[in-house]
């Protein structure tokens, strides 16, 4: 049986299992696959003006706090203090690198959409459904849904495990990429606190010594540079903090944060919390703080029914 699903009702008629909308038909398969792609459908990318501006803002907030951190704080004192500055640079520039190469990882990542318009009487008859098995399709997609998975309005697709869409990604967070998100929010907070730890350093270090000899800039600029790192770092401290807590967490109990919100009954299979964690990071090693490297892929059969 195919059942209709729209986000904003659960209560529509059964339907046939080949009673599909003929709006499925309109879409060929390279339409499918092109959609919120770039670079000749090798990556993806949402087209999002709102989205696009956000993880602009991201890349430029980073680099502000780089430029400070390196020119405002530590390279002025190398000559005096070599082993603090560069000890200090080397940890602020593994992890800023982190925190974008995870940022990238977030944005370019399929976070696990669903292919679109593949609600067909061709595509049902492969998959071989149980006789009397219902399945869902979103009608606005016109895709059969798995289960766990909802539709974004705007990435205009179902996304499986999807746990919100983060503008400061220009993405939605989902099956494939939570890894990166997570790791992504772990090093922001990381090199927040860091330079909150430096700045406030620097603050007594320019009190107990001459304001002209604790940094190349005039007393008033390098004042209103650190103070503006200053709420910068506060800021995103607690809001990446805040939202490294509340991913953890899902992830612990194997529950989305729509499925959170939503309070939806458990209608799978909970993992248990090792298996939950495994599913996101993989198997531990040191590669889990690594945004490079991707949990084992899903099986042959899940790949077959819903990868694009």
């Not at 390279?30 to 989205?51: L, Q, V």
């Not at 990542?109 to 149980?130: C, H, L, W, Y």
């Not at 790791?183 to 907070?189: G, M, P, Q, R, V």
């Not at 650190?226 to 509340?246: D, H, N, P, R, Y």
Request: charged share 20%; with cysteine; hydrophobic share 40%.
């Amino acid at each position: 049986m195919l059942r209709d699903f729209n986000e904003s009702s659960e209560d529509d008629d059964m339907e046939s299992q080949y009673e599909i909308d003929s709006e499925c038909y309109t879409l060929t398969h390279t339409d499918r696959d092109m959609h919120n792609r770039c670079c000749g459908g090798k990556a993806w990318c949402i087209k999002d003006i709102c989205g696009i501006i956000c993880a602009v803002l991201t890349w430029l907030l980073i680099l502000y706090a780089e430029f400070v951190v390196m020119m405002v704080m530590l390279v002025p004192g190398l000559s005096t203090y070599p082993i603090y500055g560069y000890v200090n640079m080397f940890i602020f520039q593994t992890l800023a690198f982190l925190a974008f190469a995870s940022h990238l990882r977030t944005m370019f990542t399929d976070p696990g959409a669903v292919p679109k318009g593949n609600a067909t009487k061709e595509m049902i008859r492969q998959m071989s459904f149980r006789e009397g098995q219902v399945i869902f399709k979103c009608t606005k997609c016109c895709s059969i849904k798995p289960e766990r998975a909802h539709h974004c309005s705007v990435c205009q697709r179902c996304i499986r495990k999807m746990d919100h869409h983060c503008p400061w990604v220009n993405n939605c967070v989902g099956e494939n990429n939570q890894k990166y998100f997570v790791l992504f929010t772990f090093y922001i907070a990381a090199i927040s606190i860091h330079s909150l730890t430096l700045s406030v350093y620097q603050f007594v270090t320019c009190i107990r010594h001459e304001w002209r000899d604790c940094s190349t800039y005039s007393p008033p600029a390098t004042v209103v540079l650190i103070l503006f790192l200053v709420a910068e770092g506060l800021l995103f401290a607690v809001f990446t903090a805040v939202m490294l807590g509340t991913q953890l967490q899902a992830i612990w109990n194997d529950e989305t944060g729509i499925e959170q919100l939503k309070k939806e009954q458990a209608r799978w299979v909970r993992k248990s919390r090792w298996k939950s964690i495994q599913s996101v990071f993989g198997r531990f090693s040191i590669l889990w703080l690594s945004p490079f490297t991707q949990p084992s892929p899903k099986t042959k059969v899940e790949s077959y029914l819903y990868s694009v």
